[in-house]
């Protein structure tokens, strides 16, 4: 590629004093060093043990305090959990502590007799819940057998038939003197066919043979004779009506007492059975329910008749399920919500898909073949929270929190420390459910997990989330990369090796895997304390190696299954080099230029990330329109990248604006750039070029830049530096390597560099360079090969750009004036037109 023609005229007519030579870093510094040797990563592999999370002692303790600790609030947001193996971690440390606690009661639910659509509730010991159940059905199946053969027992029908003709005797009493009394009244009683009494006249004391007789005889009458007969058969007709109302009153009381008789046998059948039932339960609610259920056979007994009566017309199916299945004997059922009979401790309950349903449960309804909707308490169905009463709730908060009405009611139960079992209606005109069962007292632990991102929204914007969260425990992504982290990651990948058959790993290669580690922390000093992605290279080398009929895993397999990981997501990355290539994408790697530089970023394409060169822009001119940001004037520009810019003009004014104002148009630009930028690791680079296009010194285009700054020229920290210059170094190769090519960082970046192999060994031979920076002016004597100097020191930057800027204010000033003089500062600038004179700015 030819050298660049500088832009214009540099105006150079100083004697520039050459810059002293710039310090490069050595292999040495360019990656860490692994706190064990190889030998010691075999034996810490020989062990095969690393079952705990890596360096989380302190997340471990804060969970520990908070399950320890029995009062409201002390629930606990684990913060930061990534993998399974980190969840498992935590219900490890749940369940350890779960064995030691009791092990809490069961919950059921059952009829309420005295409110209907309000079932009671119930908590008993553990394993009585299932056998209230059971014992309730045995006594309903003993019963509905029982108690129609004690209705057929002789002494029952004796009482009975004894009661009957008691009554029909009082009957016959009652209704034997009227026909006496009819008689003396000349009158004679017969029934009708519909049932009726009727009086009849006599006809010479006896009955008339026809109703033509009768006829006859009471047209012989008198008009007198015939109005006393009327009014004799009124008055007997009164005396009738008066003994059926007796006789109903006899019939009422004859029923009565053989309902009293009935139920008189049937408690000596249901009392004894019932009291038989409380000696397996030591609960007073026990004891009041099983009352109540007494009382009520005894006042349904007619249903225990009905059954027997039906029963023989009944298919063998309608025994098999059993006599508390159908609706006849619902309220005798009883409803385990909460079964406890099988733990050994308290429960440790996780919850996978936290809906309001599986949380807090529901009230399940059915359809019949009409299509109307019904349910009962039988249909209440418990949720996670209840199940884990006196015990451990774990959760995802940031699944629960997106459900609807979840985050509300868990509060509330949290807050109340009680819950109600009720159907979740998003649209509550068309609710269905009629029932509103007894609120449960719940003690439940809960652990939510989430993210920084969610524990600080709720902690700062929901009043309650303090008081219910009182213990954060956050899980820590990276650790120090000490001795006893390398012993750990060497333990894991043996562990691995013997629990999936693996080829064994060779010192270097647990080595590798440290590195490796140690790379995704993006420290030297650091190591990830998340081991999923060292389980998966470890496979992979593995793989490799296998493959290659290697008996075990080297180095050079794990460098293997790290390139190939590359290879499978860079085709952007290598498509961008192929671009900047052929020249589509304009990056000069050779020669020099004015006023323009190569920056570095980072581009995430997911699962990868890399670093590509932008080639920036600045231009000078005569105005006052100070430092314009082309990406912002394009709305591409995000709000850190802003502050980097503006950050710019605070170090020009504080450097350069001391004796004179700061009075320019400039303008920088990231070109060939189409979508947003951000970030403020640019803002050195921008610096140089706009120094650059200042003092009329022309940068190398050999080198790439990163680093952010501040107003005083330090130059800061960044991330993604590894990234960076692995990047620009992967581009010059494939452009051509010239052996003057490298890349300046920040020196506060070096804890940082873990470079790869290739990269490394491009340094170790010259063909590369990486140079550390500090100020401002060490990296722009770099570029430049001129000192940086200071104001009164000619032949320096920092005078040319003093010079420049003192020269554009003296011709702002003399046209604010009336000058019609025009200075031209280069070539290439258009005379400016005549703004108002600026203020002095405060010394």
């Known amino acids: 590629m030819a050298e660049i023609i500088d832009r214009g005229d540099s105006n150079l007519t100083e004697e520039l004093k050459p810059a002293a030579p710039a310090s490069e870093l050595g292999v040495s510094e360019l990656r860490g060093t692994i706190p064990l040797g190889p030998d010691e990563l075999l034996r810490a592999a020989s062990g095969g043990k ?62 309420n007799f005295h409110a209907p659509d309000a079932p009671r509730a119930i908590y008993l010991a553990a394993g009585k819940g299932p056998e209230l159940h059971d014992r309730m059905n045995e006594l309903i199946r003993f019963i509905i057998e029982q108690l129609p053969k004690a209705f057929r027992r ?70 007198e004779e015939r109005e006393n007969l009327a009014k004799a058969q009124a008055e007997l007709q009164d005396e009738l009506a008066s003994l059926l109302l007796k006789q109903q009153e006899l019939m009422r009381e004859l029923v009565e007492d053989i309902r009293a008789i009935e139920r008189a046998f049937a408690a000596r059948l249901i009392n004894p059975a ?58 005798y059922q009883v409803n385990v919500i909460v079964d406890n009979s099988g733990l050994s401790g308290a429960p440790v309950v996780l919850e996978d898909a936290p809906s309001y349903r599986n949380l807090f449960g529901t009230i399940e309804r059915w359809i019949d073949p009409f299509g109307r909707a019904g349910t009962n308490f039988m249909r209440i169905v418990g949720g996670s929270f209840l199940k884990a009463h006196r ?43 009629g029932l509103r069962p007894e609120s449960i007292e719940v003690s439940t632990k809960v652990i939510v997990l989430g993210g920084a991102y969610l524990y600080n929204l709720l902690y700062f914007w929901d009043a309650d989330f303090a008081e219910l969260f009182k213990v954060k425990a956050e899980i820590r992504p990276v650790i120090d990369a000490d001795k006893n982290a390398a ?75 790290l390139t190939e990981r590359m290879l499978r997501l860079n085709f952007i990355e290598e498509e961008i080099r ?32 890399f670093g590509r060169p932008s080639r920036v822009t600045a231009t000078v001119a005569l105005g006052q329109a100070g430092l314009i940001n082309i990406e912002r004037e394009a709305r591409l520009s995000g709000s850190t990248h802003d502050k980097g810019v503006a950050i710019l003009s605070g170090f020009l004014r504080s450097r350069f604006g001391q004796q004179h104002p700061v009075a320019m148009t400039a303008s920088i630009c990231f070109e060939q750039s189409y979508s947003g930028i951000d970030g ?101 004597e770099i570029l430049t090969g001129v000192r940086a100097g200071s104001l009164e020191e000619r032949g320096t930057i920092s005078y040319l750009v003093d010079q420049r800027l003192r020269k554009m204010a003296e011709v702002l000033r003399e046209r604010a004036g009336g000058e019609t003089r025009i200075v031209h500062e280069t070539a290439s600038t258009p005379p400016a037109p005549k703004p108002p004179s600026p203020p002095e700015p405060p010394r």
């Open 487 to 561: 012993a750990h990651y060497a333990a894991r990948v043996g562990a691995l090796v013997k629990r999936e058959g693996l080829p064994e790993f060779d010192g270097e290669a647990l080595g590798r895997v440290v590195r490796f580690g140690m790379r995704m922390a993006g420290d030297r000093a650091r190591v990830v304390a998340v081991m999923e992605p060292i389980d998966d290279l470890a496979r992979e080398a593995a793989y490799f190696a296998q493959s290659s009929g290697a008996k075990g895993v080297k180095a050079e397999h794990v460098e293997r299954a």
């Open 274 to 331: 019932v009291e038989e039932m409380k000696r397996h339960f030591d609960n007073p609610a026990v004891h009041s329910y099983l009352d109540e259920i007494a009382a009520h056979m005894l006042s349904h007994l007619d249903r225990f008749r009905e059954t027997a009566e039906t029963r023989g017309a009944e298919s063998p199916a309608a025994h098999d399920r059993g006599p508390g299945d159908g609706p006849r004997w619902v309220e």
């Open 391 to 433: 015990g451990f709730l774990v959760l995802d908060l940031e699944d629960a929190i997106i459900e609807p009405n979840v985050w509300k009611t868990l509060k509330r139960s949290l807050k109340s420390g009680r819950m109600t079992v009720e159907t979740f209606e998003p649209f509550p005109f068309f609710s269905l459910s």
């Open 680 to 780: 403020d690791s640019a803002s050195s680079t921008e610096l140089y070029a706009l120094l650059s296009a200042l003092s009329g010194v022309p940068i190398r285009q050999d080198l790439a830049v990163t680093g952010s700054v501040d107003q005083y020229g330090d130059v800061q920290a960044i991330g993604g530096v590894n990234e960076k210059v692995e990047g620009f170094y992967r581009v010059c190769k494939a452009v051509g390597l010239t052996g003057t090519q490298g890349v300046l960082v920040p020196r506060s970046n070096l804890s940082n560099l873990m470079l790869d192999p290739e990269t490394t060994e491009a340094v170790e031979k010259g063909a590369f360079h990486i140079y550390p920076v500090e100020r401002i002016e060490q990296g722009i």
């Open 154 to 223: 002789e002494d029952f029908d004796q009482e009975r038939t004894t009661l009957r003709d008691k009554y029909n005797k009082r009957a016959q009493e009652l209704f034997g003197g009227l026909e006496e009394r009819a008689r003396a009244r000349g009158f004679a009683i017969q029934s009708a066919p519909t049932g009726q009494i009727i009086f009849i006249p006599l006809i010479e004391g006896r009955m008339p043979e026809s109703p033509e007789e009768l006829a006859r005889a009471m047209s012989q009458k008198s008009e």
């Open 578 to 609: 192929r671009l900047i290539a052929n020249g589509t994408l304009v990056v000069h790697l050779t020669g020099k230029a004015l006023g323009q530089i190569n920056g570095l970023a980072v581009l995430d394409v997911g699962g990868y990330s």
């Open 50 to 111: 690393a079952v705990e999370l890596l360096g989380q002692g302190r997340a471990f303790d804060a969970i520990r305090m908070a399950i320890g600790i029995d009062a409201p609030g002390y629930n606990v947001y684990v913060c930061g959990v990534r993998s399974r193996e980190e969840r498992e971690s935590v219900l490890g440390l749940l369940r350890e502590r779960a064995a030691r606690m009791p092990v809490p009661g069961d919950w059921v639910y059952v009829h």
